[in-house]
C-alpha cells in the first residue's frame, strides 16, 4: 500500500483546512484508515480513524466536533476536515492504513503510513 497525503498549508485560527490522502496498491475498501499528526517536539498522536465503508469513525477528545473524517472509496481516498482551527493544531498530519482490521474503534495497528503534509495555524 502507497499513501500520498497532501492538502496542509497556512490557515489563520479560526479557518478550515482539507486533508486528501491518496492509496494504492490494494483494495481500498478492505481496511481501515487512520490519519495522525506530530507537532514539533512531541510524540505522534492519533487524529482520527473511518471504518472501511466509512460508516464508522473514531476521533480523538481533542478534535471532537471540530475535524471530520470522510473516505471516497470510488477516488481510493480518505479525507480529512479541519473546522475551527487552533494554533495547537500545528503538526505534520499523516495518513495511515491498518490492512488487518475493517473496524474504526482501538485496538488498531496501522501497517502503511504516508509521508506527512504540513498544517501551520497563525494566531
Known amino acids: 500500500v502507497q499513501l500520498q497525503a497532501y492538502g496542509g498549508g497556512l490557515v489563520q485560527a479560526g479557518g478550515s483546512l482539507r486533508l486528501s490522502c491518496a492509496a494504492s496498491g490494494r483494495t481500498f475498501s478492505s481496511y481501515a484508515m487512520g490519519w495522525f499528526r506530530q507537532a514539533p517536539g512531541k510524540e505522534r498522536e492519533f487524529v482520527a480513524a473511518i471504518s472501511w465503508s466509512g460508516g464508522g469513525t473514531y476521533y480523538a477528545d481533542s478534535v471532537k466536533g471540530r475535524f471530520t473524517i470522510s473516505r471516497d472509496n470510488a477516488k481510493n481516498t480518505v479525507y480529512l476536515r479541519m473546522n475551527s482551527l487552533k494554533p495547537e493544531d500545528t503538526a505534520v498530519y499523516y495518513c495511515?492504513?491498518?490492512?488487518?482490521?475493517?473496524?474504526?474503534?482501538?485496538?488498531?495497528?496501522?501497517?502503511?503510513w504516508g509521508q506527512g503534509t504540513q498544517v501551520t495555524v497563525s494566531s
Open positions: 495511515a492504513a491498518d490492512t488487518s482490521s475493517w473496524y474504526a474503534g482501538p485496538p488498531k495497528t496501522y501497517d502503511y
